[in-house]
């Protein structure tokens, strides 16, 4: 799909101007968040806002604050020109693109902090994080007060932790949650992936295994202490360093109650210096053991 150039937009104020005169005019804005480094797991999001939506916005902003310190924000890819011709193709209409003093102002001392969903798995590996979406998506919101904003399963605690924010502070916009894109080989597209070496990115499958194996034997009836072990293993087999590797509720992302489900299985690996999470709804089963 041919398109123009989506319009780049830095300064949050003028942004935001943007879209309360489009709105005005009774047009339907979507929002994508995103870090940059496109691929067609964000080209699918933006895609799925056009369809349901007059305009969409797609930021690209490295969200310092999201990052601990011994992780990659500084070797985090940057593409802004690839970037704008990608969303061209989509018929993104602007690009919000601002630095990071326009988003964090000198002396910012504000973090919003979200309990519950925020709690286990990435919130426990990497403190802070959380806080740092949390609050950017927010600061987002402000800029880009959409209809509806897009957001990938694939990262699906951050959906959570998203939609609990929204919820709790009766934000007026609207989150719509679309399935992750894969590689042919299952390994869920990721903007880093283009970490990995050609020997790495044949271990990386490991994830998706991983979830295929919980998806199998979930539904062969098996229980939680059967799976997560098999899901390890699964890991372990090429070699991948297991971050966590868990069946639990869907929502809370604690243990499950109900053992027919539905569950959400999780896993976080480490290829060399490259981390990577993935996930696969388990629906709900009749039987179990
Ligand atoms: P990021 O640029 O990694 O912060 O991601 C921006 C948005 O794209 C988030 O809502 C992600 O969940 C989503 N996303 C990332 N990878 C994929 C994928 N493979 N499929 C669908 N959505 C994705």
């Known amino acids: 799909?041919?398109?123009?150039?989506?319009?780049?937009?830095?300064?949050?104020?003028?942004?935001?101007?943007?879209?309360?005169?489009?709105?005005?005019?009774?047009?339907?804005?979507?929002?994508?968040?995103?870090m940059g480094s496109l691929h067609a797991g964000h080209a699918s999001l933006?895609?799925?806002?056009?369809?349901?939506?007059?305009?969409?916005?797609?930021?690209?902003?490295?969200?310092p604050t999201q990052f601990g310190p011994r992780e990659d924000y500084d070797r985090y890819p940057r593409n802004l020109e690839a970037d704008c011709e990608l969303l061209a193709r989509h018929g993104v209409r602007w690009v919000f693109a601002p630095a990071v003093e326009a988003v964090y102002p000198p002396g910012n001392a504000t973090r919003i902090v979200v309990d519950g969903p925020a709690r286990r798995f990435e919130g426990e590996l990497r403190p802070?994080?959380?806080?740092?979406?949390?609050?950017?998506?927010c600061r987002l919101f402000q800029a880009v007060p959409a209809d509806v904003a897009y957001f990938g399963a694939k990262d699906w605690q951050q959906t959570l932790v998203v939609r609990r924010m929204v919820h709790d502070l009766g934000l007026p916009i609207g989150i719509l949650v679309c399935p992750t894109v894969r590689d042919p080989d299952g390994l869920a597209m990721s903007s880093r992936n283009a970490y990995l070496s050609p020997a790495e990115r044949q271990r990386a499958v490991a994830l998706a295994e991983s979830l295929a194996q919980a998806e199998r034997l979930w539904s062969q009836g098996r229980s939680v202490a059967e799976i997560e072990p098999a899901m390890r293993t699964a890991l372990a087999a090429r070699d991948v360093s297991c971050d966590y590797a868990a069946v639990v509720d869907p929502e809370s992302l604690e243990p499950l109650v109900d053992p027919h489900g539905p569950a959400i299985a999780l896993v976080a690996g480490r290829i060399g210096t490259t981390r990577l999470i993935d996930n696969r709804e388990l629906p709900s089963r009749t039987t179990v053991g």
């Open 46 to 63: 933006a895609s799925r806002a056009r369809e349901s939506c007059d305009d969409v916005a797609v930021s690209i902003f490295v969200n």
């Open 1 to 34: 799909m041919a398109g123009s150039t989506p319009e780049i937009e830095r300064d949050p104020e003028a942004m935001r101007g943007r879209i309360l005169a489009a709105r005005r005019e009774g047009r339907r804005v979507g929002f994508v968040p995103t």
């Open 128 to 137: 802070g994080h959380f806080a740092g979406v949390a609050t950017v998506v």
